[in-house]
């Protein structure tokens, strides 16, 4: 199996929570992990990545579709809505029938499709109505991706994500772990032999109620507020953020070494603009 891979989406598949400062936006994460592999499978792979962390469905379809389609991929992933699901109001119906016309647009295009459901986590009462978004959300991507005939990623049925340690800090992306698991996930429903290294994690030990405490308060101090403050100010980290991967690389021939060239180009192009300003 071989081609040219390209993703589309937001911060689940820029790799937010993976943090890696040698790769692009200084993430990982598992579509980069996953296109690694197809490059140790067969070199001749290709990747792009146009996701970016913030982006609504509308945002990706207006920003990112043409840009990927005109790579002609022979394999698409496609994951959004997350950030629709959390805003304060939310049409479910109208958000699953603008991404089915975003899916059927991929689909034309000749590609393989990869969908995924979002993780559907145990959440107190107080956020049902958030729960009920999720279990729609994930309800109609299963009967799309049959539809469509699309690879289906059911994350949500992957219940080791239930251990804390899935997840960043922020609990809200996956960690480096869960990127990694989710990465393998992929590359197995592809048929993708891979070479990951997936830690055992073992029995979580709950820490005692002093450290519960003094971790709510790290969370809520180092997350919610600053997360409060940025919408109530309209900022939001991807409006200043690039693709990764904008256009076609070949993992097999080194991530790292593509991100550190790539980058250089850039600050001498910089540099340029300066000493001719």
Same mark, same amino acid.
């Given at each position: ?21 040698? #790769?692009?936006?200084? !993430? %990982?994460?598992? @579509?980069? =992990?996953?296109?690694?592999? &197809? ?6 792979? /290709? ?89 729609? #959300?994930?309800?109609? !991507? %299963?009967?799309? @991706?049959? =539809?469509?005939?699309?690879? &289906? ?6 219940? /080791? ?97 593509? @991100? ?18």
């Amino acid at each position: 199996m071989n081609g040219r891979y390209v993703a589309v989406g937001d911060s689940f598949t820029e790799g937010v929570g993976d943090a890696n400062l040698m #790769y692009p936006n200084g !993430v %990982r994460g598992w @579509a980069d =992990r996953m296109a690694r592999q &197809l490059g140790k499978a067969d070199s001749s792979w /290709e990747y792009a990545n146009f996701a970016i962390r913030s982006k609504r469905l509308d945002e990706i379809v207006d920003e990112q579709f043409d840009a990927a389609l005109a790579l002609n991929p022979t394999l698409i992933s496609f994951y959004a809505g997350g950030n629709d699901i959390l805003a304060v109001r939310a049409d479910m119906r109208s958000i699953m029938d603008r991404y089915e016309s975003a899916l059927d647009r991929l689909v034309s295009s000749g590609a393989d499709v990869m969908l995924f459901t979002t993780f559907d986590v145990k959440i107190s009462t107080a956020l049902e109505p958030l729960r009920r978004r999720i279990v729609y #959300y994930n309800d109609a !991507v %299963r009967t799309l @991706a049959a =539809r469509y005939r699309c690879l &289906l990623i059911d994350h949500t049925q992957y219940r /080791e994500f239930e251990d804390r340690r899935m997840w960043a800090f922020d609990r809200i992306h996956m960690s480096k772990v869960g990127h990694k698991h989710l990465a393998a996930y992929v590359l197995g429903e592809l048929g993708v032999p891979h070479t990951l290294k997936l830690p055992e994690l073992g029995p979580f030990e709950s820490p005692d109620w002093r450290e519960t405490l003094r971790t709510e308060g790290r969370w809520l101090a180092s997350e919610v507020v600053p997360l409060m403050r940025r919408r109530m100010n309209g900022v939001r980290e991807g409006d200043t953020l690039p693709p990764k991967w904008p256009d076609p690389i070949r993992p097999a021939d080194g991530m790292k070494r593509l @991100a550190r060239a790539r980058s250089g180009d850039a600050m001498e192009v910089h540099e340029r603009a300066a000493h001719v300003a």
